[in-house]
C-alpha cells in the first residue's frame, strides 16, 4: 500500500458501509475540531486540505474540496461529522 498522502491509495475504498450501522450510537461521541492548517493534506492527492470528515472509533480522513466533491455522497452517508471549511476558498 502506498502512503496515504501517495497516488495509488484510496482511503475512500475503505470505507466499510455495514461498519457504521451503528452510526447512531456513536453521536454522544465527543468530536473536538481544530482548525485545518495549510500543513493538512488531502489523503486523496495530497493536495491541501479543506476538509475533514470524522468517522468511528476517532478516524478522520481529509480531503481537499475537489475529492470531497467528488466523493460527497458516500462520506455524508458514513460520516459522525463533517467540517468544511472549504469557503476559505472564496
Known amino acids: 500500500m502506498v502512503s496515504s498522502a501517495g497516488f495509488g491509495y484510496n482511503p475512500l475504498q475503505e470505507l466499510n458501509?455495514?461498519?457504521y450501522e451503528g452510526k447512531a450510537l456513536l453521536m454522544n461521541a465527543t468530536i473536538t475540531r481544530t482548525p485545518l492548517t495549510v500543513s493538512d493534506r488531502c489523503d486523496?492527492?495530497?493536495a491541501q486540505a479543506f476538509v475533514r470528515?470524522?468517522?468511528g472509533e476517532g478516524n478522520a480522513l481529509q480531503f481537499c474540496a475537489?475529492?470531497?466533491h467528488e466523493h460527497e455522497g458516500k462520506l455524508r452517508d458514513v460520516a459522525l461529522d463533517i467540517q468544511d471549511e472549504s469557503c476559505a476558498l472564496s
Open 66 to 68: 475537489h475529492h470531497f
Open 53 to 55: 470528515v470524522y468517522l
Open 17 to 19: 458501509h455495514s461498519s
Open 44 to 46: 486523496r492527492c495530497g
